[in-house]
């Protein structure tokens, strides 16, 4: 929740006039690196978007995360909607672990009913272009990609890009805000 990038993409956001909850689970909380059990992580969500619709009555409200953040918050609006969610929004998806390709922790995308915006880097080595793009085109209208050039999963760029990571959260700013903007 502190994490640089959690705390400049939550400032970018704010400035578009999107406001945000930053919340971590309870691993994290307990300085684990091991994950809780999805149970606990998808309660968490549910809780933090519970929070979320109490503080921000009456306003649109969309749900999502950075890396496993977004895949539970997912992985919960698949089991059973999340009230008052208009979309998710994933930074970063982790389609797979480093090193082995492929596509499973994506199968239950297709249970989401809501529409979802991926922002994710041409160089994350946790979701290849390769097998995030049929899993975003297999979802139809309901899918948004948005592919920032060079960046890796936590959307670093190389400096020999020309392109700084200050600018990179305003491309992801201006893409969430423009993405949510044609939903509410």
Known sequence: MRHAFMEAMSARLVDAGIATLRYQFPYMEQGRRAPNPPGVLTATVRAAVAAAAKEAKGLPLFAGGKSL???????????????????????????????????????????????????????????????????????????????????????????RSGRTDEEVIEELGGAVGDWTADLV
């Open 69 to 159: 953040g977004g895949r539970m918050t997912s992985t919960a609006a698949a089991k059973e909607a999340l009230p008052s969610v208009r979309g998710l929004v994933f930074f970063g998806f982790p389609l797979h672990a480093v090193g082995k390709p492929g596509r499973e922790r994506g199968a239950h995308l297709a249970d989401v009913d809501v529409p979802m915006l991926f922002l994710q880097g041409t160089r994350d080595k946790l979701a290849g272009l390769e097998e995030l793009k049929p899993v975003v085109e297999g979802l139809g209208p309901r899918a948004t990609l948005h592919v920032v050039d060079g960046g890796d999963h936590s959307f670093h760029v190389l400096k």
